[in-house]
């Protein structure tokens, strides 16, 4: 599971950054201050997804807090800007933390039967 979510994250990073990009352009272009503002956010978003992707095959929990950081901040971007998609982008963010979190619950588990030594 976390290897989905860590392939997940990274691609999704790279779609939300190309999506932040134009929507700047075109927020520049057309001279539309709250485009450009949710695009700024856009791209920390997308930076954050990232570094949660990167975080979610080797440790699952950090990037879990990273995932509801992007999701926290892509929730109130979309909802205070003109860059709408990006309340869709931060659910999806809160989707990958709780897959995040079952994934280091998983991996806890298996330690603690791991460490478990057998009864004689």
Do not use: H
């Not at 950090?62 to 800007?81: R, Y």
């Amino acid at each position: 599971m976390k290897i989905a979510a860590g392939i997940l994250s990274l691609v999704l990073g790279c779609i939300i950054l190309f999506q932040s990009c134009a929507v700047g352009v075109g927020g520049a272009i057309f001279d539309e201050e709250s485009a450009v503002q949710g695009s700024s956010a856009g791209m920390l978003v997308g930076l954050i997804f990232f570094i949660g992707g990167a975080f979610a095959f080797a440790l699952p929990k950090v990037s879990m807090v990273a995932m509801i950081i992007a999701g926290i901040l892509g929730i109130i971007a979309g909802t205070t800007t003109a860059y709408s998609d990006m309340t869709v982008w931060g659910v999806v963010a809160l989707i990958i933390a709780v897959l995040n979190f079952f994934a280091g619950r998983k991996k806890k588990a298996q330690e603690d039967t791991a460490a478990t030594p057998p009864a004689a």
